[in-house]
Antibody, heavy 122, light 108 residues
Framework: QLHLQESGPGLVKPSETLSLTCTVS??????????WGWIRQPPGKGLEWIGG???????YYNPSLKSRVTISVDTSKNQFSLNLSSVTAADTAVYYC??????????????WGRGTTVTVSS | EIVMTQSPATLSVSPGERATLSCRAS??????LAWYQQKPGQAPRLLIY???TRATGIPARFSGSGSGTEFTLTISSLQAEDFAVYYC??????????FGQGTKLEIK
């Protein structure tokens, strides 16, 4: 059974870099045909797609965050990671990792992690 | 970026009744439309993909329809566990995948 687990600091200072890791069990991040992605949800608000990565390292980012986001994959650890630089209070959110499935170039999220809360505050 | 608009923002329905949720795209997304259910304190759960295909394990009372710019999620007979927030999401034109703002389904 596929399981995704987010981990990382729950508190980040303004202007610093938010770093999260998603550990995958029950599947391989190195398997072709899937993307692995990050989505966030500010308190009391809706969902925002951050970006995704293919096992080969190809990445796709939300243009609104692209200048600050880096997503990477470590197939040896079966993990993928999110770095978001120069954070502000607006980046406070629950951050979810997810597997993206689909065909051709059409991918949606079929399995999600439970999420981790990140607060940006000094 | 494709904008997804859901209506209504809040829907009050009695258990056992039918609920109809709407989602509109700012331009055609073909049938590349997914629906998710989110309960308080939980991650979203995939209900429907391809506008009308139920995900694994999703009860038959959930059905999706539509194509192009207009989509509907119907829950035929509401159970207590169905009261939640529902999001639509397009994946025809990404990045980014874009979500609607959500419809809260509450008990009447």
């Amino acid at each position: 059974q596929l399981h995704l687990q987010e981990s990382g600091p729950g508190l980040v200072k303004p202007s610093e870099t938010l770093s999260l890791t998603c550990t995958v069990s029950g599947d391989s991040v190195g398997r072709s045909g899937y993307y692995w992605g990050w989505i966030r949800q500010p308190p009391g608000k809706g969902l925002e797609w951050i970006g995704g990565i293919y096992y080969s390292g190809n990445t796709y980012y939300n243009p609104s965050l692209k200048s600050r986001v880096t997503i990477s994959v470590d197939t040896s650890k079966n993990q993928f990671s999110l770095n978001l630089s120069s954070v502000t209070a607006a980046d406070t959110a629950v951050y979810y990792c997810a597997r993206l499935v689909g065909v051709s170039f059409f991918y949606y999220m079929d399995v999600w992690g439970r999420g981790t809360t990140v607060t940006v505050s000094s | 970026e494709i904008v997804m608009t859901q209506s209504p923002a809040t829907l009050s329905v009695s258990p056992g009744e039918r609920a109809t949720l709407s989602c509109r795209a700012s331009q055609s997304v073909s049938n590349k439309l997914a629906w998710y259910q989110q309960k308080p304190g939980q991650a979203p759960r995939l209900l429907i993909y391809g506008a009308s295909t139920r995900a694994t394990g999703i009860p038959a009372r959930f059905s999706g329809s539509g194509s192009g710019t207009e989509f509907t999620l119907t829950i035929s007979s509401l159970q207590a566990e169905d009261f939640a927030v529902y999001y639509c999401q397009q994946y025809n034109n990404w990045p980014p995948n874009t979500f609607g703002q959500g419809t809260k389904l509450e008990i009447k």
